[in-house]
């Protein structure tokens, strides 16, 4: 057989493979490929004991063959790394159309990566194209590690990938510039600051001094070195530091109205609003890097104090904005005006398509929680379909979200069912076939333990935004011992259905240690058997022990300093935690 290419080349491969894996033999005819530019996607059709999968390029037939396989070969591609398939008769199919073609939702689709690439990268990437996920964004001191068969293999299925996310230090790095362009960096209080950027993701107050034409040209050319040293590059991001600590000098002052600050769904009342300021500059840095480098995307993000688009902002051709929902309440959809937090967010996702100019609105998605990875439950099963056809609808162009494997059991059905519902596939048939073949006959139970993890979340009222104080603080004891219960009783040999019961452990312990701290019973030792418990189970995929361990170091820290412990211990964050719990009250 000839192949067009080497994706043409892996589709022809998955799918022997997956029909012999499933069926103990190969297919009765070799499948055939066809290039049909008029369908909006791939189609899946039987002539003559053949499958003919059609379509407008050579992903889309690969995409065909894995969504083949899972409607008829018994597969789920359900978490990277592990196989589920249930062994089957070679099918006979009618002939005619088996899958008929649909324009996909959402045109990117893709998660966000913020930990190293690793020996389960490739098991990520097959998963994500086994999913029809198209989009990988990744910090550029990660992606500067990848190698050139890892980007190889990104592209041959069809994963474009963004060097980008948080990264003023990256273009501007203070072991560089700190003593030769000190007025690059920010001023507050009268003197520059000396970025220190080794440490970590996290600078939380320090940002450039982005008026600043030379800073501006050095941007720019260090962007123009990158791509040429990295000609596979397509997209690249202009993204400032986590956090807050925009520039005071008399130039950039100008850009801040001083009787307008943030907001409280932002998490951002405490500072001046950054977008007019940022805008600036992301709308010069591009025009210059147009000049040099036409067909380079360029991204940037809303957040915080810069989430909505500064009047007269323009999203032009090869500019895309993250609108990252942060903090965002899960109790309710993004869309519902009932909620004082989400519609807030609503109204800035419609101001960015609004603003739409040939370039793109992408969200930043948190499917995760805000809780840095703490395994506390989220359940957008049947939100995310609803969501996704609400962004459809305002013209979002796509739709990212963080993830780690190593918490797969808590948060893989959002990532799974995401997949599906950015396709475009019917919601009641994505989350049926998800429940019968990860439970098989338990799919009944399953469904039932899920209700009441969405119960326990809808029962701490009105808006829930995921940190532990919110959750802990409003839920009682018997809600989780009901959920251990019922995840005891659907575990098997499968490890996802074993781990069930680990997570709903993980829970009830938090549970009690939060409890018997407030009541005065719980101090460093409970929290350190807590940590030991949580380190016992490094083998499952619940928890990303690194980040539960930051978690747990902020609350020792604080129980020595003799402080309340609501979250990290960072004045600004625990101050919106207790103006939250205060309008709660207030409401209630």
Known sequence: MNFSDHTHRLAHHEF???WEKSCGAGPPAEPEFKLDPNLPAFEVSARDGRIVISGPSSIEWLYGVYDFAEKFLGCCFFEPGRERLEKTDSPRLPDGVLIPARKPLLKRRGFIQEFPFGPDSRELFDWMARNKLNYLLTWMKYYDTLDAASKEYLAVRGINIESGHHNFNYWIPGRRYNQTNPDFFAEIGGRRIASSDGKAELLLSEQLCTTNPAL???IVKNMVAYCRANPEIKTLSLVPNDGFGWCECAECSKFYDKNSKGDLYSVSEHVYRAGRIYHDMVNDVITMLRRELPDVNVTFCA?????APSPGFRLEKNMAVHMAPYWRCINHRIDEPCCEINSNYARDIRAWCAAKDGGEVNIYEYYMGVNLYISLPMVH?????????????QG??????QFHIPHWTAYGLNYYLMAKALRGE???TAVTFAMRRLFGADAPRAEAFYRKLKELLQSTGGCHIPY?????S????EQYRELHAMAQELSSDDPFRRELSVWTEYLLRFKAVFDDYHAGKAGIPEIEQFREWIHSHRATRVFVHEKVDMLLNAWCTAVRAERPWLHFNLDWEDAYIRKHEQRRTNHV
């Open 468 to 472: 532990p104080y919110s959750l802990l």
């Open 381 to 393: 099963h049947a939100d995310i379909f609803k969501e996704a056809r609400w962004y459809h609808e």
């Open 303 to 307: 957040y915080i104090n810069y989430c």
């Open 396 to 401: 979002v162009d796509g739709v990212l979200t």
């Open 426 to 428: 019917d919601e009641q």
């Open 216 to 218: 501006r040209r050095e």
């Open 474 to 477: 409003r839920t009682r004891p």
């Open 16 to 18: 022997l493979a997956l």
